[in-house]
């Protein structure tokens, strides 16, 4: 069939950007400490699951610190289940470090532009390097805005006449990037996200209610994120909070 349409017209088609064998072993970096959190993840749900049906409630600390903070207030009962699980935890969170200092070497040495990238406040190494490694080049983009398409950002359309109906985002693209810009897109709508104009925009949607208005104003931030991203990386400018010359192109 692609034979038969670039017999007769081959602008059907699109041509395909291969990744380079450097960018894939430094992204295989970044998903093997993907992995390893969300091994860790699931076992201190898992530990405070346990206990909290026990009737013990575990105090709230980060997924660093869980192993020794939890320690002390699991029930004797619950030992023999979740002693093996916090071991376990001390050790990912070792090897999560060592990804961390790895990855942080990968942003000073041999991807310098991720600095550039991480001017945004919610952007961190890991973010910004996946980014870079996923994209490659930003001349692959004609327009800035155009990264939110690849990335799966926008919604799906389903036009029949006069019906226009609602639907959710495409979700095309890379899964594992679009994950890192929602989070980011999360801390800048949470409670330590700085005042910007990404999260006065996302409060904007956010304010205007209804059932998923909170899940549409994040995935609209990731979007608006994206292509900010892109534009501060093409044309290596300086990141203005309030800038918002190059939002009005999303």
């Given at each position: 069939m692609l034979a038969r349409i670039a017999r007769f017209d081959p602008k059907l088609l699109h041509p395909i950007r291969h990744r380079s064998r450097s960018a894939h072993m430094d992204l295989a970096i970044l998903k093997g400490r993907d992995v390893l959190v969300r091994c860790r993840t699931s076992l201190i749900n898992f530990v405070r699951g346990s206990c909290k049906t026990a009737g013990t409630r575990l105090p709230s600390c980060s997924a660093d610190s869980f192993a020794k903070a939890a320690i002390d207030h699991i029930p004797k009962d619950l030992l023999a289940a979740t002693v093996p699980c916090i071991n376990t935890l001390r050790e990912l969170t070792k090897k999560i470090r060592q990804f961390d200092f790895h990855i942080e070497a990968l942003c000073n040495e041999i991807y310098p532009e991720t600095m550039v990238l991480r001017q945004i406040i919610g952007v961190g190494p890991v973010t910004s390097l996946a980014y870079i490694l996923t994209l490659e080049d930003p001349r692959r983009f004609r327009k800035s805005r155009d990264v939110g398409p690849y990335l799966g950002?926008?919604?799906?359309?389903?036009?029949?006449?006069?019906?226009?109906?609602?639907?959710?985002?495409?979700?095309?693209?890379?899964?594992?990037?679009?994950?890192?810009?929602?989070?980011?897109?999360?801390?800048?709508?949470?409670?330590?996200?700085?005042?910007?104009?990404?999260?006065?925009?996302?409060?904007?949607?956010?304010?205007?209610?209804?059932?998923?208005?909170?899940?549409?104003?994040?995935?609209?931030?990731?979007?608006?994120?994206?292509?900010?991203?892109?534009?501060?990386?093409?044309?290596?400018?300086?990141?203005?909070?309030?800038?918002?010359?190059?939002?009005?192109?999303?």
């Open positions: 950002l926008i919604p799906k359309r389903d036009q029949s006449g006069c019906t226009d109906k609602s639907l959710p985002i495409t979700k095309a693209g890379n899964t594992y990037l679009r994950r890192l810009l929602v989070s980011s897109a999360q801390y800048i709508l949470g409670p330590f996200g700085p005042d910007c104009e990404l999260r006065r925009y996302g409060m904007r949607i956010a304010s205007r209610g209804g059932k998923s208005a909170k899940a549409k104003a994040v995935v609209a931030v990731a979007r608006k994120l994206a292509v900010m991203v892109h534009h501060i990386w093409k044309n290596n400018t300086v990141y203005d909070p309030f800038y918002t010359s190059y939002l009005k192109a999303a």
